[in-house]
Structure formats: C-alpha cells, structure tokens
C-alpha cells in the first residue's frame, strides 16, 4: 500500500533499511470482504462476504500457523472486520499466543463494550479509522452511509483515545477528498488523533473517481505537507512508498521536517492473508496472478522463502526490473502492485516512478 503518515505526536518509528534481508514478521489480515460502507474507492472491492471465507476454526488455526512461522504482529482489515461476529475470539486467542494487533476499521460498529473487552482480553495496540474527510456530506457521498454516520464514527474515536489505544485517521486521496485533508489534519491537531495517513491510489481493485495510476498526486500534496508543517505540533513524516525519497517534494520538504522513509515490507518481511485464505506479498495484490499459497494448505515459512513473488520483491534486478537504474537494490525497483495495476504484469515498470520518469523523458 502507498501510504504517507503524517505524525503529529511522538511514537514509534524505524530507521532500519527496508530491503536488508528480513525474517517474517507481519500479516497483514483482511478478515471478511463484508462491509457495511459502500465507497467507491476500496483496496479490497469489498461488500458481501465472500462463502469461502475461513470459519472460526480455520481462522484461529490461521492464527496458530502465524505464531509458529514467528509473526508476532498481525494488521487486522476487512472489508469491515467488526462484521466478523468471532474477531474479538480471534484477538483474543492472539492475544493468548503473544501476538499484537493493529486494526483498520471504518469505526462505525464499535462500542465503549467492544474496547474495553479489546483491552483487557487482546494485546491491540492502534486503530486506524478510515474518515477520508471532515464534511458530514461529502462523508456520505463517498462512504455510500445515511447522514449522521460521520457524527458516530467522530463519537466512537473519542471512545478509542478514551480506552487508550493509539488513534490514527487515514484519508484514502482522491479529488473528491483531496481539498479536505488541511482541515482533517486541523481536527486531527485539535482532537489528539496521533496519525494522519494518506494513502495514494492503487488500481487493483475498485477506484471509482480515483487519479491515474501513474499521476504525479505527490506534486499535489506539496501545500498538504507545508500545512502539516505549520501545524504547531507536527513530529515526522513516514513515507511507505518504494521510490518516495527520490521525488523532489520530497526532497524540499526534508529541509523543513524529519522525514523516514520506511519504503515496501512487502514480501521483504510480510505477507498478506485473504479473507478466503489466499497469501500474497501485499496488502494491493489481491489477484490470483500474484498468489503465493493458501494457508488452509500451506506453510507460512515456505511460501514467504521460497515463492517467486517473494522473491522478486526481495531481488528485482534478478527478474530484470529496473536492472538499469543506479537506485534499484535501495529502492526494490518500485512499486510491484502499481506496476501490475498499470500492465497486469507483476514484474513490468513502475511508471509511477519519478525516476524512471526523468530518465524517460530525456530519452525522447
């Protein structure tokens, strides 16, 4: 996923380089395609639940492979996944095996019942809550929600800062929401919230009213990111995106705020769990050509050593992508789900580069 976190707080970060070899360490878990919203932009096409999607006893065996493939961090997502009846059991059996959890949830179903029983029975840690704006109206429009959903979602993240857990909002960039993101990051700097995360289109699955795949939003962002910056508290900015530190926003912007660039985990120390039990190396590439295993069948160790998409995640330049650019082995040549959004092949150019851009260009 492209993501760029803007911290308003101190917390966690790293520093670690993001292509060193790496064990497994993290699942990123979508546990339903259920979902009670009905946007236009989705990372997963979600809606209806899918009827091949684990059980209970498939999930919590899910569980169990993770703890004995040494994953101790799980990413929890949907759809929606408080529509999963049994996610708490599931929290809780993670809990049980020391595995900690982050959740990505619209909000809309929590309960001051469901944190305190997520505090006291799991080891979650955060919840990222999908607002995306601040306007009641444009809320619904974009969520598919009755008017009046915005103001629960808003009471229910005052219940998640009030039971303690870390509080992220994440803002999904389209030119629907774009011109909001100055007064979301004002509400954020206002009601505490830590985080606020932007996250860049992807187009492998559904991207109604989304900017191109190879458009250049991070040029666009650039008065996004000096408002941050005048913001009175502002700590950093992470970026999640392979070839960030290479865009010249970027690089202006580094003058005036610490910047990490935590580039891709994908398939470098992380794997990603479909609701029907399929792994692929991303959070994006939920598509059957980017599949390594299901875990209904196979081992989580294995597939992450030994499956080629993994492995070209690891060594690019192995698979003859951006073999000629000087950057390749810091950058992972790019991003692999942007690339295959724009070709449908997993190993083809990530045109979204803005290095391979320039070096286009002058070959003209």
């Known amino acids: 996923m492209l993501d760029i976190k803007l911290k308003l707080r101190p917390g966690h970060t790293s520093e670690r380089a993001w292509m060193e070899p790496s064990p497994l360490r993290t699942l990123f878990w979508h546990v339903t395609y259920a979902c009670d919203y009905h946007?236009?932009?989705?990372?997963?096409?979600?809606?209806?639940?899918?009827?091949?999607?684990?059980?209970?006893?498939?999930?919590?065996?899910?569980?169990?492979?993770?703890?004995?493939?040494?994953?101790?961090?799980?990413?929890?997502?949907?759809?929606?996944?408080?529509?999963?009846e049994d996610l708490t059991d599931i929290l809780s059996y993670m809990g049980s095996l020391g595995i900690s959890a982050r959740i990505a949830s619209n909000g809309s179903l929590l309960t001051a019942n469901i944190l305190q029983k997520?505090?006291?029975?799991?080891?979650?840690?955060?919840?990222?809550?999908?607002?995306?704006?601040?306007?009641?109206?444009?809320?619904?429009?974009?969520?598919?929600?009755?008017?009046?959903?915005?103001?629960?979602?808003?009471?229910?993240?005052?219940?998640?800062?009030q039971a303690g857990f870390h509080t992220t909002v994440s803002v999904r960039l389209v030119p629907q929401t774009f011109d909001g993101i100055p007064r979301l990051l004002d509400m954020a700097a206002k009601r505490g919230w830590a985080t606020v995360t932007i996250h860049l289109p992807v187009h492998t699955k559904r991207v109604r009213g989304s900017y191109r795949q190879d458009e250049?939003?991070?040029?666009?962002?650039?008065?996004?990111?000096?408002?941050?910056?005048?913001?009175?508290?502002?700590?950093?900015?992470?970026?999640?995106?392979?070839?960030?530190?290479?865009?010249?926003?970027?690089?202006?912007?580094?003058?005036?705020?610490?910047?990490?660039?935590?580039?891709?985990?994908?398939?470098?120390?992380?794997?990603?769990l479909s609701p029907t039990g399929w792994l692929s190396p991303c959070v994006c590439l939920d598509v059957e050509e980017?599949?390594?295993?299901?875990?209904?069948?196979?081992?989580?160790?294995?597939?992450?050593?030994?499956?080629?998409?993994?492995?070209?995640?690891?060594?690019?330049?192995?698979?003859?992508?951006?073999?000629?650019?000087?950057?390749?082995?810091k950058c992972g040549g790019g991003c692999r789900a942007a690339a295959?959004?724009?070709?449908?092949?997993?190993?083809?150019?990530?045109k979204s580069c803005p290095v391979w851009k320039r070096r286009s260009a002058k070959t003209l």
């Open 216 to 272: 250049d939003v991070f040029s666009y962002l650039a008065p996004v990111f000096e408002h941050f910056c005048a913001l009175p508290e502002h700590w950093l900015m992470e970026t999640y995106i392979p070839w960030a530190e290479y865009h010249p926003v970027i690089r202006k912007l580094a003058k005036k705020v610490r910047i990490v660039n935590r580039g891709c985990r994908a398939g470098r120390d992380r794997l990603t």
């Open 290 to 329: 980017a599949y390594v295993g299901n875990i209904r069948r196979d081992n989580l160790e294995e597939v992450f050593l030994n499956s080629p998409a993994c492995d070209m995640l690891r060594l690019p330049e192995k698979y003859k992508i951006c073999a000629d650019c000087p950057h390749v082995q």
């Open 340 to 350: 295959f959004a724009i070709s449908k092949r997993l190993n083809a150019q990530d």
């Open 118 to 161: 997520l505090r006291r029975e799991t080891l979650t840690k955060s919840f990222q809550i999908s607002l995306d704006t601040v306007d009641p109206d444009v809320y619904s429009e974009f969520h598919g929600v009755p008017p009046g959903t915005f103001q629960t979602v808003l009471a229910n993240l005052d219940r998640i800062q």
């Open 39 to 84: 946007c236009g932009i989705c990372f997963t096409d979600s809606g209806k639940p899918h009827q091949e999607e684990l059980t209970t006893q498939e999930a919590l065996d899910s569980v169990r492979k993770a703890h004995e493939a040494g994953i101790r961090d799980v990413l929890i997502s949907g759809g929606e996944p408080f529509l999963r």
